[in-house]
Structure formats: C-alpha cells, structure tokens
C-alpha cells in the first residue's frame, strides 16, 4: 500500500474504532484493496458489510471510474409502515394499472425530508449518527399520527401534512441537517416547504377523476409507524433512464455488455446515436461497464430501484424502550437505529445552528469562452473587412462590449460564449435555490470572469446591491498567456459602460499593471495566496459567502493557502487544472473556533453537458 493510501486508512480506521463501531473497512484493506475503493465500495452497498462490499469491489474490477473520485449523493425520506403502507402500495399497483404510469411511481411512498446532498466515503458512518442524534432529540415530541390531507389538482394528488406535525417534522429535518454539517461536513437543505405524501404526479388530465376514486380508498388514518430513511444513488446517472435485465445475454462482440437477470443499466436517452435499431447503449451498475445491449432483454426500472438504504429510524416510543433492554450493541441491527431517548434541548439545537452559520469562501471557474469552441482564429470567422463584429455561430454572443482597442483587444481576452452565459446563469440559479447568502464579490480582470461573475449576480438578484470587486491578484498564471506581456484588459470604467456593476472604490492587493509577464510558479502560487489573505479582510467579517470568480487555476492556488496546504508540485498542478471543467467549483468554510478553514462539498452540484459539433447544410445536401 502507498503511503497516501496508509495515511488515509489509518486516519479513517482510527477515526471509526474512536466511535467504537466495528471496522468494515479493516478485512477489505485486508485483501488488498486500496483504502479509497473500499471505502467507495462500502458507500455504494450501504455500509451493510464487508462481504457485500467485497463482492461489489470483485464485479467493478474492470470499471474505468473505480478510481474516481465521486461521492454517493444521499437524501433522508419519512416512510409509511404498517397498514398504511400496504394501502398505498395497493394504491400504486391499481392507478400504474388503470391509468399507467406516473412520475410517482418513479419512488416508494414517502415524504421528502430533505434534497440530495453529497458526503464523502469516509464520513458515511458520521450521516448514520448524525441521523441518530436528530432522532433521539425529537422522539419525545414526534406525533403519534401525522395527520394527512388529500390535496388534488390538474396534474398532481396527494396528501398534505397538516401543519403542527409538520412543524416537528421540519424541525427534525433541520436538526439532521445541522448535526450532518458539524459531524460528516455535509451541506443538506431541509424542507421548508409544505410537507406531502404524493400519489400521482405529471398524469394525463382525463385520469384525475380515477386517480382521486383510488385515492379516497386509502384511508390515512391506518396505523402506522414512521421511519427515517437514509437512501443514496449514483449522482452520475439522476437524469439516465433505467432499465432492469429480464433475461441472460452473453456478448457477441467486445463492445456488448452482459447481461444476468436483475442487472440494472443506465441509458442516456441523448447518447443512442451509435446504437442500432432494438439495441441501445448503457452502463451496468454492476459492473460499472460501459456496451451495446439488446433492448429486448430488459423492461423499464423505476428511479428508485437502483437506491441503496443506508439507515433507518423508527419514531416508537415502545420500540425504543425495548431497544435499550438490549444496549448499544443492539441499536444497528438491520440497519435500523433505536437509540435511548434524551430530551430536546433547544438551546443545544441552536448552538449547532449557530456553528453551521459560517463564514466560507465559493471559488467558481468562469465559463465556456469564445476560443475554447473555435480555437485561437476565433476572431477572423465573426470580423466584418470594416473591423466590425458579426454573430458567424449561434454559440457565439449576441453582441461584444465596447473597448478603447477595438476588435483585437478581445484576441488574448475573449469573452464567453452563449454557452458559457447559459452556464453562469444556470450555476446562478442554482445558487439561488440553495438559499447561499452572498456577502461580496471578486472576480479576476479577464473578461471571461467578469461575464461569468455577472450573470451569476443576475441569478441572484443581486446584480444592482452588490458590485464586483475586480482584483488583479487571482488573474491566471502569466507564464500560460500569449505573448510577452500580459493581456490588454478591459478598464473598470469600460466595464461600467458594458453595465457591469464594478466598484470603483475597492483597492485590490496587486495592480494589474504589477503582474510580471511569464512569472514563475512560486510568483504566481504567492500572488495569489496574498490575493486571498487581502479578499477576506476586504470583505465582510461576519457568517456568509465570499464568491471568487476566478480560472481553472484559482480553485487550487486560491484555497490552498486558506487550508493551511504547500503549493502542489508545478507538474501535478498543470495537469489538476486541464480537468476541471467550466464552473467547477471548490468551496471552503472557516473553523472559527478551531482557528481553520476545511473544504467542503459546494452549496449546489456539478454542470455536466455533452460537445455538439458545428454542421454544414451546405455540404450535406450537396456533398457525396
């Protein structure tokens, strides 16, 4: 084993037998896995043991992304038991029968306590007890019947929760929330919203009336115990249609996947150009392989069939004062949670609260820009002879600001593309959704950047509050721009006249015209870590966001130094920054007490799209 590897496994080991739980990870280092897909393999079976996840190591052997790191996204569910489970799954089989089939019977019956999230592999064991502690401080008070409300309209039906027990519900959301940021650093959203159980959902309009007949045969007052569910998936593939395996297929060719009664695959509706008619191309989430499969040997999945449950806990008082006859040891049997109960205390929930409440810094890539499309001859294909701009490609903006040098002057400073705005906005309402509460802006003097901080402003609807701070000290490195000295940018007073909400007041920490052309590494690591230090003080001190729209290289050079890490080797940094696609992002919050700033999963998820090439109708009506 490395010793990377040794010191990652030795920081997990010891950090769950601290926990006194049973080390699943300690036989599968055993065989000879590396620490990092052990711990994948865990997450990915639910954490259940090491014989399962032994098998799913042996099965993805082959897998090309067994390395990669890509956390599970996991999400909390409240779940009907008892009689009233067993109505509502009768209630699901009758409409998929007599009206077929909805989005609703994409899940099981449930109620939505929070959205999906990421955590990393190795603080899994921290979500379980973080849904532990959540539960034992609202067991006292969780209701013993949720009341439910049939609610109907054009296009959805189900029940509403009334809404004193759906205050304790929230509560215990936002209490699980709360103790996974300060146990597992996850960010977790709960609901906020009106909590609801639904039945039918996105239905043809002529099925209402049947859907609300079947609906009142489901009487919401059967008995019931409610569990919390912790469940993940494979955020690779949320928007993948699923198909399951009905029959046996071995490959014909090297390029076919096979296939055991059961597999589940997924299929990107967008990627079947390649395929032939009756076959279609998928991913095994057995094996993690990638081929050619005969549609005909599968049938359609439901979403949540490829989910994995992780934990649960059940709200009862009676079950729990048995659970305690039996102790700790007993508390996780068959992945369900009982522990002793303890009092609520609220000023304890709003301690944690308060510590979740920090101040953090979102360091954002710019987006796509102009000649990452059309390579460095971008500017000839959209010139007029007379020196003017043209739009030659949809993927090209509408319209270029206005610069004391003209057209050239975005040769070495391009600026988005359509994409690349629709990208920004996109990353922008996301942000705005996640609830993230910006406090001030940064942005690197490239134009790109500028763009990119812009639009996500817009998103945020905080284009006219809130003005960007252009700070010189976090442009790219100068030894990767062309020519012998840096970049005409645009001025803060150009900017202003492209409707660019620049402050003229701020004063950055390296003045552009400071930048020394084709600087080493070591210049340009430092720049940017003084950058940073002088960011922070310029910005406000107290809890919120600090959003840095920078380059690729701003995600490593600018978060480094916050965490207390060297610069990376020269090398390995080169080749980091060739991966990280447009709007990546890192994400850091301050430690106040402890004196420390850690990385943690960014408020909002990852922006993956396919390449579509340019096409000529020219050439394909008059070409051979």
Known sequence: MAAGEMQVYAKVNSKLKGRNAASLLDPLVGMGFPAHTALKALAATGRKSAKEAA??????????????????????????????????????????????????????PHITLCDFFTCEDQKVECLYEALKRAGDRILGSFPSVVPLVLHSSISYLGFFVSEGPADVIREF???????????????????????????????????????????RAVNPGHSCQWTAALYSRDMRFVHYQTLKAVFQYKPQNVDELPLNPGD???????????????????????TGCRGFLPENYTERASECDTWVKHRT???????????????????????ELHPPARPRSASSLQALQAAVVRRSVLVVRHGERVDQVFGKSWLPQCSTPDGKYYRPDLNFPCSLPRRSNGLKGFENDPPLSSCGIFQSRTAGE????????????????????VQTAKHILEELKLERKMKIRVEPGIFEWTKWEAGRTAPALMTLEELREASVNVSTEYRPAFPFASLL?????????????????????????????????????????????????????????????????????????????????????PPVKTLTHGSNSAFSWRNWILGN
């Open 55 to 108: 098998e799913w190591l042996r099965c993805h052997c082959n897998d090309p992304s067994l390395d990669d790191p890509i956390p599970q996204e996991y999400a909390l569910f409240l779940c009907p038991t008892g009689s009233l489970l067993e109505k509502l799954q009768e209630f699901w089989r009758e409409s998929k029968r007599q009206c077929t089939k909805n989005r609703a019977h994409e899940v099981f």
């Open 173 to 215: 959301a936002t209490m699980f929330a709360t103790e996974a940021a300060v146990l597992a650093d996850c960010t977790v959203k709960p609901c906020s919203k009106q909590l609801h159980l639904t039945l039918a959902h996105k239905f043809y309009p002529h099925h209402q009336r049947t859907l609300e007949q079947l609906a």
């Open 264 to 286: 589940y695959i997924f299929v990107d509706p967008t990627e079947q150009e390649e395929a032939s008619e009756g076959w279609v191309i998928g991913l095994s989430q057995r």
């Open 313 to 335: 806990y059940t709200f009862s008082l009676a079950a729990d004062l048995n659970s305690r006859k039996d102790g700790e040891a007993s508390s996780r049997q068959n992945g």
């Open 430 to 449: 996301a942000l705005l959704d996640s609830g993230i509460r910006i406090t001030s802006v940064f942005t690197s003097p490239a134009l790109r950047c």
């Open 517 to 601: 052309p084709a600087e080493s590494y070591d210049e340009f690591v430092r720049r940017c870590a003084v950058s940073v230090e002088h960011m922070l003080s310029s910005g406000p001190q107290d809890a919120g966001t600090v959003l840095v729209v920078g380059h690729g290289s701003a995600l490593d050079s600018c978060t480094r130094p916050l965490l207390g890490l060297p610069p990376r080797d020269c090398e390995d940094f080169a080749q980091l920054i060739r991966k990280i696609p447009s709007l990546g992002m890192c994400f850091c919050e301050e430690i106040r007490e402890e004196g420390k700033w850690e990385l943690v999963a």
